[in-house]
């Protein structure tokens, strides 16, 4: 808990200075409104309907090759600091063999990654259209 | 053993708890005050920057010279604006995702070490923590688009979307390259393995961590939205992107969100790759020995690293500027093809490549060549994962493997390194527990 203390209060004092400065936005500033004033702006047209509308579905490509690839890559930071025993760490390789299976193992898990990298590559996710 | 802020507290009679609050406000003040100066600094050497790559003069009048003093001058303008929210908008979200970039951008510096124990908080997991948080401010971009109800902003946002989250990938890949060299997440260890001459710097240990610093670059400047790939807030298509509706001091805060990622993105590149708190030439470590000094001379010494290194990473803050002001903005698909068929089989190719080396070819590094100077990684490594168990645990040398025992130097192996000259440093435990012997 006690460790916890110093992360929470970055994120309070972050939101507190800038909670800070905009009430002294909010003070100092004026505050002359209109239904002009609040419309959206569309380079001084009318705007022609809600901008909430649906999204091109590229998008959620996107999002679904980022969710593949991102969880895989994060698969990566256990392995990169894993050790096999106490004492060696993958810097501290004494053992030949051992060096080459870890190497092998990780070839293994990108060679996996590559092949739906390709798929992906094949199938004309990655082109923009 | 060193006295610590929090000791000093509670022998004061105060509190526990209370003086661990204290001891986390002393970092928290400090870099609010180097994330906001620092993008005071930024927009008006951006300005001046940008003036003189275009024949211009920027900003002369204000303060003086060089119209030093132009930036706070827009600031308390800012400060003088009305702060609108648009009829259309989700006033909440719109209201509150300033503070979501803001946040983001600066509490992932609580992870950052500026020297040995001059962290806001000794993580092992800081790396990680770090690109976490760092990503957390893509959020905030989203909100503001999506909260505006206007088509612009909602463009802005989602291409943002798009590309923050397409250049994760290869910056993860990027940095887990350090990582495994290092064998820890813990950026006080990396830093620190990087002691010595410049040929130390993880940069220069073989030639694929050289060719992914340059990758790691592409991609950071990407992550936080920079020209060549601001396409976010494309003026000449978007009028302003996602903080077209916002105005005041709340839209200064998606800037100042942005000046702060930049400094943190080129932090983590001087700290991943160019030798941290370590110049080319150890003045410090070795040339004078304050470094293990303690005492005043080991608080100089931490100091000059400090200065080090946000010297470093100011000149990668300039180097951004300067691609910014040289580059022509790419398109979406250009952009997405970049990071998509190229960044990542360039960073997954040097991944493997720099893995292969350290599997087999690791003691014909130049990284290996000052070892005669008492600096060994994996010694410096070993007295880091042994001090794991407690920030006051020191490291003797009966706790050092056989191996890597013969190459420290007493200071190095019988000195918990962390706690060594300031009271602020290292007084909470490393939170993870990724390294527990």
């Known amino acids: 808990m006690m460790q916890a203390i110093p992360i929470l209060l970055f994120f309070a004092c972050a939101f507190a200075t800038a909670v800070g400065m905009l009430v002294a936005g909010t003070l100092l500033g004026p505050k002359r409104s209109g239904a002009v004033k ?22 959620h490509l996107v999002a679904i090759t980022f969710l593949l690839f991102d969880v895989e890559v994060l698969f990566l930071y256990p392995w990169a600091v894993a050790r096999k025993d106490k004492e060696h760490g993958l810097l501290a390789v004494v053992d030949q063999a051992q060096s080459s299976l870890i190497f092998i193992e990780v070839m293994v898990f990108v060679a996996l990654l590559a092949v739906g990298f390709i798929y992906a590559w094949r199938k004309g996710v990655f082109h923009w259209r | 053993m060193q006295t610590t802020l929090v000791d000093l507290l509670t022998s004061a009679g105060l509190p526990d708890p209370l003086a661990h609050v204290i001891r986390a406000l002393v970092p928290c003040v400090l870099i609010i005050h180097l994330v906001a100066v620092g993008a005071l600094v930024f927009i008006w050497l951006e300005r001046k920057v940008s003036g003189r790559i275009q024949d211009r003069l920027g900003p002369t009048r204000v303060g003086g010279r060089f119209g030093w003093l132009q930036t706070l001058a827009d600031g308390i303008k800012l400060i003088a604006k009305e702060d609108i929210t648009p009829g259309e908008a989700d006033a ?54 999506y909260a505006s109800g206007s088509k612009w902003s909602l463009f802005g946002a989602m291409r943002e979307a798009a590309q923050v989250v397409s250049y994760e990938v290869p910056l993860g890949l990027c940095v887990v390259i350090p990582v495994f060299i290092c064998g820890t997440m813990n950026l006080t260890t990396i830093g620190e393995m990087q002691r010595g001459f410049a040929t130390n710097w993880l940069i220069f240990h073989d030639p694929f961590t050289f060719c992914v610093f340059w990758v790691y670059i592409t991609c950071g400047v990407a992550s936080v939205n920079r020209a060549p790939f601001d396409l976010a807030e494309a003026e000449s298509e978007l009028v302003a992107g996602f903080h077209t509706e916002y105005s005041g001091l709340r839209w200064s805060f998606f800037f100042m969100a942005e000046y702060g990622s930049m400094l943190l993105v080129s932090a983590l590149a001087v700290i991943l790759f160019l030798g941290a708190w370590h110049g080319p030439i150890p003045i410090f470590s070795i040339g004078l020995g304050w470094t293990d000094a303690g005492g005043i001379l080991g608080y100089l010494a931490s100091l000059a690293g400090c200065a080090n290194l946000i010297l470093k990473s ?16 790419l398109r979406i698909d250009q952009v997405m093809t970049t990071c998509l068929k190229y960044c990542v089989p360039l960073a997954s190719f040097c991944f493997l490549g720099a893995l292969a080396w350290q599997a087999w070819i690791p003691n014909v590094t130049p990284a290996s060549l000052p070892a005669p100077f008492g600096i060994d990684r994996a010694a410096i490594r070993e007295s880091w994962v042994t001090r794991a168990g407690g920030p006051h645990a020191t490291v003797s040398d009966a706790q050092l493997t056989p191996q890597t025992a013969s190459p420290v130097p007493t200071t190095l192996a019988t000195q918990s390194v962390p706690d060594r000259n300031i009271p602020v440093a290292g007084s909470t435990a490393p939170i993870g527990r990724e390294e527990t012997p």
């Open chain 1, 38 to 59: 609040q419309m959206p702006y569309e380079s001084g047209m009318d705007p022609a309907h809600s901008a909430w509308r649906r999204f091109d579905v590229r998008f």
């Open chain 2, 92 to 145: 909440m979200l719109f209201r509150i995702a300033p503070y979501v970039s803001f946040a983001a951008s600066f509490a992932a510096w609580l992870a950052m070490p500026f020297a040995v124990g001059w962290s806001g908080l000794d993580m092992n997991v800081a790396v990680f923590f770090v690109l976490a948080v760092l990503g957390l401010e893509v959020f905030g971009v989203i909100l503001a688009g």
């Open chain 2, 314 to 329: 100011s000149l990668g803050v300039i180097v951004m500027i300067w691609v910014r002001w040289t580059l022509p903005r």
